[in-house]
């Protein structure tokens, strides 16, 4: 037997080597599953594992990259472990040097004492009768112990932390104290502000690095490793500031945080667009991924308008991308002068990074636009929903993470210049999600059904009279 074999494999090893090649690719495919292939639709009895590896490919998704998901979380776990006993060891330390020192300066204190009652001058304890109390206090209000989402320091967070600097509680303990002041604190914030947000008065944006170090992430405890504070940062005028930072498990978990809530749709939604024609888009400019794709070729706007999109194009690829020879954003700027420029990305960077990290790029390009073109009308198009069957089963690409990134690109219309629309307003059913009749993949619209976005658009234009 084992010389048949020896023989099959001399004779056939290209055969062997196919073989091999396309059990492993199964198997990555299969591992990758519930990982970086997660959002992909994958029909066993139909397809072998492998094609999601391929998929995986068309979507610059490669299948090492889950081990560098994996590895993160991983990482970011034991440095967070490493930090929190390394607190604790040093306050146990702490703890023990003061015992001694105490011990030592106790004789002193009680001769300092008694000289005093002979003089009848007040001691130590006359002077501050408040004595370790005073001092847990005074460390209670220190900036450590301030609520993190810009309310100050709270009263209850104050006593916990006193409480344990007394009784040498663990720095983990801490963190998690400080955690949930946090939490309490963004509660109330979206029950106060979600409908009316806040608005930032000062000029200018700061630019800050994506990435912080590992020992402030690690202090922070519920911060993300990347993203920038948005809720410090001076923005243009009318800009609103989120209500809120990402927390490290959303981060870690992939869901895009709603920071915002809905204060940019409903300014967004008082603006009073107009009907108009399809020669509106003569001059009209339309960026953005594969659903783009199927608004230029299953409906006439080519024929007005120019179309530079790309299937698996990611707002972090906008400015970069060539469009098949098209050339970049910035060169077809400066060819041509555009009116308006329509927008829409974010469906293939759900799951990467956070919403802050989504909200500096798209602002990046809206800004870059804005800055090219100043007479131009940018529209800021929602990100399409996915069907309630995805929604439901996809931890990654589903609904509550599209409209918490469409509640933040809503907050950059100012309903002069930037404008906000959002087309699932015809396509979604009565649950808010995708029409599953309009779609073949649970994403996309079928051709025909891409007129529904069409109409959309002539319904939403903005009237010469107001612009």
């Known amino acids: 037997m084992r010389a048949k074999v020896k023989r099959f494999i001399q004779k056939s090893p290209f055969l062997l080597l196919l073989v091999s090649t396309g059990i492993l690719f199964s198997l990555i495919g299969l591992c990758g599953r519930k990982n970086i292939y997660s959002g992909q639709e994958y029909a066993p009895l139909k397809e072998p594992a492998s094609v999601m590896m391929f998929k995986g490919f068309k979507d610059d998704i490669y299948p090492w990259q889950m081990f560098e998901e994996e590895s993160a979380a991983v990482m970011a776990s034991k440095e967070d472990a490493g930090q929190q006993n390394d607190t604790a060891e040093s306050g146990a330390v702490a703890d023990g040097q003061g015992d001694?020192?105490?011990?030592?300066?106790?004789?002193?204190?009680?001769?300092?004492?008694?000289?005093?009652?002979?003089?009848?001058?007040?001691?130590?304890?006359?002077?501050?009768?408040?004595?370790?109390?005073?001092?847990?206090?005074?460390?209670?209000?220190?900036?450590?112990?301030?609520?993190?989402?810009?309310?100050?320091?709270?009263?209850?967070?104050?006593?916990?932390?006193?409480?344990?600097?007394?009784?040498?509680?663990?720095?983990?303990?801490?963190?998690?104290?400080?955690?949930?002041?946090?939490?309490?604190?963004?509660?109330?914030?979206?029950?106060?502000?979600?409908?009316?947000?806040?608005?930032?008065?000062?000029?200018?944006?700061?630019?800050?690095?994506?990435?912080?170090?590992?020992?402030?992430?690690?202090?922070?405890?519920?911060?993300?490793?990347?993203?920038?504070?948005?809720?410090?940062?001076?923005?243009?005028?009318?800009?609103?500031?989120?209500?809120?930072?990402?927390?490290?498990?959303?981060?870690?978990?992939?869901?895009?945080?709603?920071?915002?809530?809905?204060?940019?749709?409903?300014?967004?939604?008082?603006?009073?667009?107009?009907?108009?024609?399809?020669?509106?888009?003569?001059?009209?400019?339309?960026?953005?991924d594969s659903r783009t794709v199927g608004l230029r070729d299953y409906t006439d706007l080519s024929e007005h308008a120019d179309f530079y999109c790309e299937t698996s194009l990611t707002i972090q690829k906008i400015l970069k991308e060539d469009f098949h020879g098209l050339g970049t954003i910035e060169k077809a700027l400066e060819n041509k002068d555009y009116g308006k420029i329509y927008i829409m990305s974010g469906i293939n960077e759900l799951g990467v990074g956070t919403t802050e990290d989504f909200m500096d790029h798209y602002t990046e390009v809206v800004d870059f636009l804005h800055e090219k073109e100043p007479e131009a009308k940018i529209f800021i198009q929602g990100i399409m929903r996915v069907t309630g069957k995805k929604h439901h089963s996809d931890p990654i690409f589903n609904n509550d993470n599209i409209n918490a990134r469409n509640n933040a690109i809503a907050t950059l219309a100012d309903n002069e210049c930037f404008f906000y629309i959002d087309v699932n307003e015809v396509v979604c059913d009565e649950e808010g999600n995708l029409n599953s009749e309009y779609t073949y993949d649970q994403l996309h619209l079928l051709g025909k059904y891409n007129d529904l976005w069409k109409q959309f658009l002539l319904s939403h234009g903005v009237a010469m009279e107001q612009e």
């Open 100 to 288: 001694e020192k105490a011990t030592e300066e106790l004789p002193d204190k009680a001769q300092e004492t008694d000289k005093a009652a002979e003089s009848g001058e007040p001691g130590d304890e006359g002077k501050n009768s408040q004595g370790p109390a005073q001092e847990a206090d005074d460390g209670a209000g220190s900036p450590e112990s301030e609520v993190k989402d810009g309310h100050g320091p709270d009263p209850a967070e104050e006593a916990k932390e006193a409480d344990t600097g007394r009784n040498g509680t663990s720095a983990q303990e801490k963190e998690e104290g400080s955690g949930n002041g946090k939490d309490q604190g963004n509660k109330e914030d979206q029950e106060s502000g979600a409908s009316q947000g806040t608005v930032s008065d000062s000029g200018g944006r700061e630019d800050e690095e994506d990435t912080k170090p590992a020992e402030e992430d690690a202090e922070e405890g519920s911060k993300p490793p990347e993203g920038k504070d948005l809720q410090e940062r001076e923005l243009p005028n009318g800009r609103i500031k989120p209500l809120r930072e990402s927390t490290r498990e959303e981060y870690l978990n992939h869901i895009s945080a709603d920071i915002y809530g809905d204060a940019g749709v409903k300014r967004a939604a008082e603006y009073g667009f107009s009907q108009v024609d399809e020669s509106y888009f003569d001059d009209a400019l339309f960026i953005g």
